[in-house]
């Protein structure tokens, strides 16, 4: 392992959960980086990056269920569990997200 191998994380409180309406994503810049978190109707969080890798989509605006998210402008379809595309496009990259004493806490 180099250190270019090496990846530094941090965890990052961005604000309380119900700032994010159940069902939808909303884009932050943590760390340098732009994130888009969601709060699926379930009440489970998610992460990920915020553009999609196929066209720089907004994958905040995207629509979600309980196993996929899915890109606004192509309709590609991103698995919650691993970030795998349901098409075979590229992968999208996901943070650890939870929710601490009502905010939301990601580690980028």
Known sequence: MSLTDIR???EHALGRVEEIPP???RTFVVGG???AVF????????ATQA?????????????TD???LVCPLHLYAYRWSDGSSTSG?????????REV???VVVEV
């Open 51 to 63: 553009a999609c890798p196929h066209a720089g989509g907004p994958l905040a605006d995207g629509q």
């Open 8 to 10: 530094i994380t941090a």
């Open 89 to 97: 496009a590229a992968p999208i990259r996901l943070f650890p997200v």
């Open 23 to 25: 069902g939808e994503g």
């Open 66 to 68: 309980v196993d996929v």
């Open 33 to 35: 980086e732009q994130v």
């Open 101 to 103: 004493d009502g905010e």
């Open 39 to 46: 709060r699926l109707r379930d009440g489970s969080l998610h």
